[in-house]
């Protein structure tokens, strides 16, 4: 029960490498054990119900193999399902288990970053239908002011290949321009989806240049780190070899050739079931 495992990393695709790779920078040491559920994918338009149960299924799975701690690295499944599982799954499941999020983090930092006080969030529609953002934000800085945008067709551009593309153009820019039109105030921007940093490039091409943009890579991997640190009796149950695998519920050959670009890096990933 007490042997050390990785550390799980879930996300419903291709998304949480991106916080993944952020990890294994701040952490080389650490083991993580990756699981995109791409069978399912996407998470953004399910219901609360159905996130709650694929995203319990992935817990189970991770703990399963072994791992004590797993970071869901996925803002949606971290809305719509975190919380239900923190208060209500965890004690059957076994003592000593934790589950982390990648929003509580962020919105620990966010209103730091603001110098106007005025915050956008770019997510799916079910990161910005949960109001998951304001709300937390609204726990840790009363006064700032949260503006969102769902942007539902990013996340199938960039898992298409089209993110560096022309007609990625019209998307961005569409949801860009009608965010910043809610507010002339908002100077900080969070892109709330763990896919969007591929679209950074596009998304800085459409932004004045008085707008800073905010990925959640380095903030989840450095809350990831004090926690351990705050936590030793956890930090002894993550094993400490530098290894990483990974996993999928799709073609794995697929998952491969996507991940490469998500990661910087090749991936060879197992199918596995949940």
Known sequence: MNV?????VFDSGYGGLTILQ???KELPEQDFLYLGDNARAPYGPRSFETVHQYTLEAVKWFFNRGCHLVVLACNT???KALRTIQQRDLPQLG???RVLGVIRPTTEMIGKMSRTGAVGILGTAG???SNSYPIEISHFYPGCRVYQEACPMWVPLIENGEYDKPGADY???QHLLHLLSLSPDIDTLLLACTHYPLLLDKIRQFLPASVQIVTQGDIVA????NYLDRHPEMARLCSRSSNQSFFTTDDPADFDRQ???FFGATVKAAHTEL
């Open 4 to 8: 050390p495992g990785p550390i799980g």
């Open 22 to 24: 952020s990890l294994i």
């Open 77 to 79: 499944a971290s809305a």
């Open 95 to 97: 003592a000593g288990k």
């Open 127 to 129: 990161t910005v239908n």
């Open 171 to 173: 998307f961005v820019q």
């Open 222 to 225: 450095r809350s990831l780190r």
């Open 259 to 261: 991940a490469t670009i």
